[in-house]
């Protein structure tokens, strides 16, 4: 959980809230990247020249597997930040 909070360091819920949509942004372009990444690079034409193109694949699905995990991080900032902005508000309604 982010413990950071709008308006206790100087920004605003606004703040909070486009920087959000700005890690959403950035988000949905490395998905693409990573997406295009799987479905044409890590394809097997691609390892026909290697010894053992199989093996090879296989290590590069799992560096692609930590991206999109990385990616996932990423996501769930958004999420917290997004959260800590809406928390706000409500305690200020109350």
């Known amino acids: 959980m982010i413990k950071a909070r709008p ?3 100087g920004n605003s819920k606004q703040d909070f809230e486009d920087l959000a949509w700005y890690l959403h942004n950035a988000a949905d ?3 693409h990247v990573l997406k295009d990444i799987r479905s044409q690079v890590l394809h097997l034409r691609n390892y026909q020249t290697s010894h053992t193109p199989t093996l090879d694949r296989a290590e590069d699905a ?10 996932d991080e990423i996501k769930d900032l958004e999420s917290m930040i997004l959260v ?4 706000l508000y409500t305690e200020e309604e109350e």
């Open 7 to 9: 308006n206790f360091n």
């Open 29 to 31: 372009l490395v998905e």
């Open 62 to 71: 799992i560096i692609l597997q930590r991206a999109m995990y990385s990616l």
């Open 84 to 87: 800590a902005a809406h928390n």
